[in-house]
């Protein structure tokens, strides 16, 4: 793996959390692919998660892209109480590694905290994510994202944009 690659996979993922801090969210839609995957599981007990989305209970599980389209449209549209207002958020992503799969896929290993700020309230969400990337010829685009939250007494909302 080339030092370039794993820059470029870096400059990406550091791009999404621009888009998600700026709610710039037909930017940071398009970044995934029609057909990714999104999964943030829950945990079992204090080490064991929840690997399939189909025999256990996840914080999001969205199947495809659409799932994401849905709640930035109600997002928009004022129907998402729990979003109303948005939180500002930052997102910090750290710890990249990058590895290119024998498919030509490139997965990518991350560990990222969010500090939020909602109606005067502050908080923290943080964990590690795992993604799957397909390569384009200007950049990367998510074939999946699976994120496992590591503070997961959640005495907020819990939302994609805080991940």
Not at 66 to 71: A, M, T
Request: negative net charge; hydrophobic residues 35%.
């Amino acid at each position: 793996m080339s030092q370039e690659l794993h820059f470029a996979v870096s400059q990406f993922l550091y791009k999404k959390a621009e888009l998600c801090d700026a709610y710039d969210w037909d930017a940071y839609l398009e970044l995934y692919d029609e057909d990714s995957e999104y999964h943030i599981p829950q945990w079992i007990d204090d080490h064991n998660y929840v690997q399939d989305p189909n025999q256990g209970l996840s914080y999001i599980y969205y199947a495809d892209r659409s799932g994401l389209e849905d709640r930035v449209f109600r997002i928009r549209t004022g129907k998402a109480a729990s979003a109303t207002p948005l939180p500002r958020t930052l997102h910090s992503i750290n710890n990249v590694q990058v590895n290119v799969l024998n498919d030509g896929l490139i997965e990518a290993h991350v560990a990222w905290h969010t500090l939020y700020n909602r109606q005067g309230l502050e908080g923290c969400f943080y964990g590690r994510s795992t993604y799957l990337l397909r390569q384009t010829e200007s950049s990367f685009r998510i074939r999946r994202q699976h994120s496992i939250l590591l503070n997961d007494k959640i005495d907020s909302v819990l939302d994609f944009y805080h991940v």
